[in-house]
């Protein structure tokens, strides 16, 4: 098991060792009949993050936690671990929050290209840089269709 972690002067990998897998892997080695590993949460998923994303998720920086933060939950949600069904829980109540808030920022403000301007002008609407892909995603949605919303009802 050296592959897993070359620090290890062992081809064994010791009982106890803490190494970082990906989710396919770590789903295959913690099979219920077979556990030949316990999971343990990325610290993003963790308690105190999910206190302070239930607190107020606008001002959370999800693209730094992680590349695709609602993604990975989801798939990690397929992991045997006690953990999960709070993250699950939590998800829905986080982005609802945070397309609100995109929501809000974007009809106070609707010639902004992104809501970076909104920002600058409100203080603490969610920022452009701090959005999951899939926020972005969303918002970019969002725009368009307000736009040609717009647009269809001028004619």
């Not at 105190?48 to 939950?73: F, H, I």
């Not at 699950?88 to 945070?98: V, Y």
Request: glycine share 4%; with cysteine.
């Amino acid at each position: 098991m050296r592959f897993l972690d070359p620090s290890q002067a062992s081809t064994d990998l010791p009982a106890g060792s803490e190494i970082e897998l990906p989710i396919w892997a770590a789903r295959v080695l913690s099979k219920q009949k077979r556990a030949f590993i316990s999971i343990k949460m990325p610290k993003f998923y963790g308690e105190g993050y999910r206190e302070v994303l239930k607190a107020d998720p606008t001002v959370v920086d999800l693209n730094k936690m992680g590349p695709q933060y609602y993604q990975s939950a989801l798939q990690m949600c397929t992991l045997p671990s006690a953990e999960m069904e709070k993250i699950s829980d939590s998800l829905p109540d986080i982005l609802q929050k945070r397309v609100i808030a995109m929501a809000d920022s974007y009809s106070l403000h609707r010639d902004v290209k992104s809501t970076d301007e909104v920002s600058n002008q409100m203080g603490n609407m969610l920022k452009f840089h701090h959005m999951d892909p899939l926020e972005l995603q969303i918002f970019n949605d969002s725009k368009a269709a307000s736009e040609d919303l717009d647009d269809w009802l001028k004619v």
